[in-house]
């Protein structure tokens, strides 16, 4: 099978940092992408890992490990505003697989 | 202009049908449908490209689609069930590939009653 896990919810402070972890039990996939999506929102895209190692926009890095089949979604300086859910996911033969979510808490 | 989506509501009864309508971003010919719920999160429904299905998940017949020459698409349930309520989204990009940057639309959230 295929699947890829996270943990069901994060709490972190206001201007801290938070890594949201993605491990995943499926080989042949392409890259590994992050989205995020605010309550009542559609997921939007964040990030797009097609090679190991770090990738890097603005306050948000995205890391991915296929040797050790782990990913993680990493968030700076954080905000209000950042409150939302996250997901990785895969595109494994063309069907783009996600993980049912991370929701980030952030306390003031 | 964004992914759009109609309607954004939609109350049905069991037993009854439903067509959800997408139209992609201009020039976007992948059309892609999701399926959200609480507890099994985003699940894949079915690819579009060139009115052509490329992809398709695991959902039983009741769930189908099609796409026109416009790349709009749209998707329906037949014989609803409770278990179907769920937030509805596409999602289009320009041509199905490996990097997956998808574009979803606001989705359409539907009750089975």
């Known amino acids: 099978g295929q699947s890829l896990e996270q943990p069901s919810e994060v709490t972190a402070v206001e201007g801290a940092i938070v890594q949201i972890n993605c491990t995943y039990q499926?080989?042949?996939?392409?890259?590994l992408s992050w989205y995020q999506q605010h309550d009542g929102g559609a997921p939007t895209f964040l990030s797009y890992n097609g090679l190991d190692g770090l990738e890097e926009t603005g306050r948000f890095s995205s890391f991915l490990s296929r040797s050790d089949s782990y990913g993680y979604l990493l968030l700076q300086e954080l905000q209000m505003k950042d409150s939302a859910s996250y997901f990785c996911?895969?595109?494994?033969?063309?069907?783009?697989?996600f993980g049912k979510g991370t929701r980030l808490h952030i306390l003031p | 202009t964004g992914v759009t989506q109609s309607p954004t509501h939609l109350i049905k009864t069991r037993g009854q049908q439903v067509t959800l309508s997408c139209s992609p971003i201009?020039?976007?010919?992948?059309v892609s449908w999701y399926q959200q719920t609480p507890g099994q999160g985003l699940q894949f429904l079915f690819e579009y490209f060139s009115e052509t299905q490329r992809n398709k998940g695991n959902f039983p017949g009741r769930f189908s689609g099609r796409q026109f020459s416009n790349s709009r698409s749209e998707m329906n349930v037949s014989t609803l069930e409770l278990g179907d309520s769920a937030l509805y989204l596409c999602?289009?990009?320009?041509?199905?590939?490996?990097?997956?940057?998808?574009?979803f639309g606001p989705g359409t959230r539907l009750t089975v009653l």
């Open positions: 499926t080989s042949g996939f392409y890259g």
């Open positions: 996911a895969v595109n494994r033969d063309d069907k783009i697989i």
């Open positions: 999602a289009t990009r320009s041509f199905p590939g490996v990097r997956d940057t998808q574009y």
């Open positions: 201009s020039g976007h010919r992948s």
